[in-house]
T-cell receptor
Framework: EAGVVQSPRYKIIEKKQPVAFWCNPISGHNTLYWYLQNLGQGPELLIRYENEEAVDDSQLPKDRFSAERLKGVDSTLKIQPAELGDSAVYLC????????????FGPGTRLTVL | QKEVEQDPGPLSVPEGAIVSLNCTYSNSAFQYFMWYRQYSRKGPELLMYTYSSGNKEDGRFTAQVDKSSKYISLFIRDSQPSDSATYLCASSKDNDMRFGAGTRLTVKP
């Protein structure tokens, strides 16, 4: 069974440019998460989806970040415009259903903003 | 104060040693407790998953949860160089998961 797929793996952009990350969760997993991980820190939740619905986006900086999961499968996270402080690893995770603690992570996208 | 506290280390041990990794948490509503292993430039990989208090063993790994003291532990027996990674503890209720900062472990041959 394929795991969580993310692309690109690495992205280098200049500040004020837009950037987008893509995630394909494990087949059949209804819940999808986007996390941000800074160096030397644990992942921090940005947004959680139950199927197509964003059920927790309280930590998403909505002035520059947006996300979508149109058909309840793949998801895209966008930053526009990017700032220097956005340099981090963006992780996508999925779980079978709400309430279960087992989340499975993708390899992440490492973003560098110059 | 973060909801899940973890000593970042680094921790260095010789091959074959018993490793003890620990976390504390503050939210008594947490029900699920996890340990993830993260190799450099990789995503976290679920290692152990426990519900409520007690012990869970899987091969060389034992996870221990003490809800009365809000203490989470991971023990690694007969540690191997391939165990060198960052270990993240996590606690959750419903789908709200909080991670510790991770402990970087090096097992030297």
């Amino acid at each position: 069974e394929a795991g969580v797929v993310q692309s690109p793996r690495y992205k280098i952009i200049e500040k004020k440019q837009p950037v987008a990350f893509w995630c394909n969760p494990i087949s059949g997993h209804n819940t999808l998460y986007w996390y941000l991980q800074n160096l030397g820190q644990g992942p921090e939740l940005l947004i959680r989806y139950e199927n197509e619905e964003a059920v927790d986006d309280s930590q998403l900086p909505k002035d520059r970040f947006s996300a979508e999961r149109l058909k309840g499968v793949d998801s895209t996270l966008k930053i526009q415009p990017a700032e220097l402080g956005d340099s981090a690893v963006y992780l996508c995770a999925s779980s079978l259903q709400a309430g279960a603690g087992e989340q499975f992570f993708g390899p992440g996208t490492r973003l560098t903003v110059l | 104060q973060k909801e899940v506290e973890q000593d970042p280390g680094p921790l260095s041990v010789p091959e074959g040693a018993i490793v003890s990794l620990n976390c504390t948490y503050s939210n008594s509503a947490f029900q699920y407790f996890m340990w993830y292993r993260q190799y450099s430039r990789k995503g976290p990989e679920l290692l152990m998953y426990t519900y409520s208090s007690g012990n869970k063993e899987d091969g060389r790994f034992t996870a221990q949860v003490d809800k009365s003291s809000k203490y989470i532990s991971l023990f690694i027996r007969d540690s191997q160089p391939s165990d060198s990674a960052t270990y993240l503890c996590a606690s959750s209720k419903d789908n709200d998961m909080r991670f510790g900062a991770g402990t970087r472990l090096t097992v030297k041959p």
